[in-house]
């Protein structure tokens, strides 16, 4: 559904006597130097939100901000002066369908936008806040030097599905950038285990060999001995029964602090009457039934841990005869002596052995995380490259004959070389800035944080193509480098480039001038869209012969299928490009603009001879002196 701008009105200020009103096709506002246009403008992109960092300098004090890297018009206090304390509103509505709803869009300093639809305010929707596009004056050859505002340009359709894909990538780039250092402490650990158990299993060889070889026991002692072990595994046993008491204990507390919260939700959800809340009433109130026995356990805590204590003193007083027939019967007593020692020993190593398998199962699943969120991360990048090149396509079909568009996918950006030369440094390595730059080129961030951790010198040395021994130091270095982790949030861009042909030559964009880097960009700009288009004074930006030779008929085209609210001192636009509506501003005092005229172009003619083409003497003059005839 294709949405147009209908009316702007302000309560106070420069326009509070000039309401504008727009037609669906092509409009242009034209006027003497000073007469407003500009705020029109820029009083749009207020409302609408447009660009929040120019906004930010419009509508603070004077003395406040620089203006650094904003263009002259979006001074400081700019709109503090133009607005004068008043409410700025906007009417949007389907162009061809009345029947649907239309909104208002109102916004005053230091507020933000309001959204009403059929006078009702929309508090969560406000999307209606990207319905419009604005480019202020020399805006165009800012973003040609840009990159990133090329490639913006490119995602402006689909600028709502972009920023959620761009807002994913970022939650899972964050989660990966905290994964690897957890997963790295865990490798720590399990290497300090393994070192601990390596001798387990010669230990339990030696325990048996001990067991096998010691002299028989007597009866007597071998029953003691037994209900020695079984008491000692007993207690380890309460030992551990008594740490999980206590964590529960905790938790239970937690618990118990949410109770008159979810009872209160669940008195809330009984009363919507609906099949759905009275489930979740249900099974609120089911879970709290148990918290009495939980408070009356928690509100009066026992000391398990002194309780466990007199357990292993009870236990210790049992064993007093077990040690007793020991010193009886002195031929085994040193070998049982032996073997017990040796029994604790393995029986220690058990445990870690315990711990090194529960270690290993969690690093084997933040692996896997850290692979699915990888291959998450990757499939959007997808995504969005298909978003663009379908973009960039659409863009070429239609102007690929003057200007061309080249989308490459995921090119690393200097900020990845940066951090691989910061992470070369103090390595004592060779040609540093030779071995980043190859790393940054030839190997992703990813790949590289599972080289390292593999200590996989040997692929890092074919895919350079470099000295085993230097990959070798350079593993073994990164290997101890936390830094190393800030790979993961290096995602790779991707880089649209723009050749124009000039004079039958094709010209990267790097290499035009100021006015034909705007001109590259027109492609981007003047696309069909289901909302307005904003321009104030493009023919500062672009060559003449363009104006007259391309972009009057792209306008003439495009008029037919999306607004067009151009700003403009050249008499080409509204003339050759058969405007639907010209807007007259005229200004009653330095601060007041007068209500402006509208009407079509053979309606404004007088005031479009006057104002553009220099009056009509100025126009047949020149007439004259081209040696043109008739008017």
Request: negative net charge; contains cysteine.
């Amino acid at each position: 559904m294709r949405w147009t701008l209908q009316r702007l009105t302000t309560t106070s200020g420069y326009l509070q006597a000039c309401p504008i009103e727009f037609a669906p096709g092509l409009n242009c506002i034209i006027g003497a130097r000073g007469t407003c246009k500009s705020t029109i403008v820029e009083t749009i992109r207020f409302v609408f939100d447009c660009d929040q960092l120019k906004i930010q300098t419009m509508v603070s004090s004077a003395n406040s901000q620089s203006t650094g890297g904003i263009s002259a018009l979006a001074r400081a206090g700019f709109l503090l002066e133009t607005l004068a304390g008043g409410t700025a509103k906007c009417t949007i509505a389907a162009a061809d369908d009345p029947s649907q709803s239309k909104y208002v869009v109102e916004r005053n300093i230091p507020a933000n936008s309001r959204v009403y639809r059929d006078g009702v305010q929309q508090i969560d929707d406000v999307s209606v806040l990207h319905r419009i596009e604005i480019f202020s004056q020399g805006d165009l050859q800012t973003i040609a030097e840009r990159p990133d505002r090329r490639l913006a340009l490119i995602d402006r359709p689909n600028q709502k599905r972009v920023e959620d894909i761009q807002s994913r990538m970022k939650n899972l780039t964050e989660e990966l950038k905290t994964l690897g250092p957890k997963m790295r402490q865990r490798r720590t650990e399990i290497e300090s285990r393994q070192a601990k158990v390596q001798s387990l299993e010669p230990s339990r060889k030696q325990l048996s060999e001990l067991q096998s070889s010691r002299p028989n026991l007597s009866p007597e002692l071998e029953a003691e001995r037994v209900a020695y072990n079984e008491r000692r595994q007993a207690f380890e046993r309460l030992k551990v029964a008594v740490q999980s008491y206590g964590r529960a204990s905790t938790a239970a507390r937690t618990m118990l602090a949410e109770e008159a919260a979810l009872r209160e939700a669940a008195t809330f959800a009984q009363g919507l009457k609906t099949s759905g809340s009275a489930i979740i009433a249900s099974s609120m109130e089911a879970f709290v039934a148990g918290f009495p026995a939980f408070r009356t356990i928690v509100e009066k805590p026992v000391t398990l841990e002194e309780t466990l204590a007199q357990v292993g003193s009870e236990f210790e007083a049992m064993n007093a005869k077990y040690y007793e027939l020991r010193k009886d019967q002195q031929s085994v007593n040193d070998a049982l002596k032996t073997e017990e020692s040796l029994r604790q020993a393995v029986a220690a190593m058990e445990s870690v052995a315990a711990e090194l398998d529960e270690q290993r199962a969690q690093y084997a699943k933040e692996l896997a995380r850290r692979r699915d969120l990888r291959g998450q991360r990757d499939a959007l990048a997808d995504e969005l490259y298909s978003l663009r090149f379908a973009q960039v396509e659409k863009i070429n079909s239609e102007f690929g004959e003057q200007i061309v568009l080249t989308l490459e996918q995921g090119v690393l950006t200097a900020a990845h070389r940066k951090l691989i030369e910061e992470l070369l440094q103090k390595s004592n390595l060779r040609n540093q800035a030779d071995v980043a730059r190859d790393l940054a080129e030839k190997v992703r961030p990813s790949d590289l944080i599972d080289i390292i951790e593999g200590s996989d010198s040997k692929r890092l040395s074919e895919t350079l193509s470099r000295d085993l021994g230097q990959m070798t130091r350079l593993v073994s270095h990164l290997l101890d480098n936390i830094r190393l982790y800030e790979l993961e949030a290096i995602v790779p861009e991707d880089n649209l480039e723009i050749t124009m042909m000039v004079r039958g030559e094709a010209r990267s964009i790097e290499h035009l001038s100021k006015g034909q880097m705007a001109t590259a960009l027109l492609p981007l700009i003047l696309r069909e869209a289901d909302y307005p288009l904003v321009v104030d004074q493009p023919e500062d930006d672009l060559d003449n012969a363009f104006v007259s030779e391309k972009l009057i008929e792209r306008l003439k085209v495009l008029s037919q299928r999306r607004q067009l609210i151009f700003v403009t001192h050249n008499a080409n636009i509204p003339v050759l490009g058969e405007a639907e509506c010209v807007t007259v501003m005229d200004m009653d005092g330095p601060r007041k603009a007068l209500p402006c005229e509208s009407g079509s172009v053979d309606a404004m003619k007088e005031s479009i001879i006057k104002l553009l083409e220099g009056g009509e003497d100025a126009f047949k003059s020149r007439q004259a002196k081209y040696g043109f005839s008739g008017r």
